[in-house]
T-cell receptor, first 114, second 111 residues
Framework: ETGVTQTPRHLVMGMTNKKSLKCEQHLGHNAMYWYKQSAKKPLELMFVYNFKEQTENNSVPSRFSPECPNSSHLFLHLHTLQPEDSALYLC?????????????FGPGTRLLVL | GESVGLHLPTLSVQEGDNSIINCAYSNSASDYFIWYKQESGKGPQFIIDIRSNMDKRQGQRVTVLLNKTVKHLSLQIAATQPGDSAVYFCAEKDSGYALNFGKGTSLLVTP
């Protein structure tokens, strides 16, 4: 787990707030991912970045805005969220080549929207 | 649509017994499969993976079996320990970026 870190670990915000989630990977990977994990639902892929370029946006509402300044850092900017956005937000990273595709996850940020 | 699912939502085993967690997938193009373990308050932790050109792979106390004919994946844990109690997810992918996860099976190890 120490290979991928996420901050904050817990976040409570109102629907009018603006906050950001941060992810950092220390594994030398070139791809980074944001997932949403809600209770009793499968992990949902939100965004994929490969070499800092966004390669996938899985129909995520615009109130979630990702940013990837370099291959080691990934942010998720949040604004005007809804209570149903409360979930565990997980960051992952991987090496994008044909031999190694395992995604390694961070501990997640537990988000509560009031 | 394509989906990944788990046969049993919960599994209770006695310490020392072997555990088997099953997973069905429907994407015939899937060529890479992973098992993750998620403990309370933590992110998913990689356990073992397998490619579609294999039908079995072994790790330390864990074995993954892949049956492509019936699109079935299983995770076997030998001599299950209390520390194995967690939620286990299977995931699959094809040539794209996305990992498709199942809903998870909760494994409870009793003394």
């Amino acid at each position: 787990e120490t290979g991928v870190t996420q901050t904050p670990r817990h976040l409570v915000m109102g629907m009018t707030n603006k906050k950001s989630l941060k992810c950092e990977q220390h594994l030398g990977h070139n791809a980074m991912y944001w997932y949403k994990q809600s209770a009793k639902k499968p992990l949902e892929l939100m965004f994929v970045y490969n070499f800092k370029e966004q390669t996938e946006n899985n129909s995520v509402p615009s109130r979630f805005s990702p940013e990837c300044p370099n291959s080691s850092h990934l942010f998720l900017h949040l604004h005007t969220l809804q209570p149903e956005d409360s979930a565990l937000y997980l960051c992952a990273s991987s090496t994008r080549d044909s031999l190694q595709e395992t995604q390694y996850f961070g501990p997640g940020t537990r988000l509560l929207v009031l | 649509g394509e989906s990944v699912g788990l046969h049993l939502p919960t599994l209770s085993v006695q310490e020392g017994d072997n555990s088997i967690i099953n997973c069905a997938y429907s994407n015939s193009a899937s060529d890479y499969f992973i098992w993750y373990k998620q403990e309370s308050g933590k992110g998913p932790q990689f356990i073992i993976d397998i490619r579609s050109n294999m039908d079995k792979r072994q790790g330390q106390r864990v074995t993954v079996l892949l049956n492509k004919t019936v699109k079935h994946l299983s995770l076997q844990i030998a001599a299950t320990q209390p520390g194995d109690s967690a939620v286990y997810f299977c995931a699959e992918k094809d040539s794209g970026y996305a990992l498709n996860f199942g809903k998870g099976t909760s494994l409870l190890v009793t003394p």
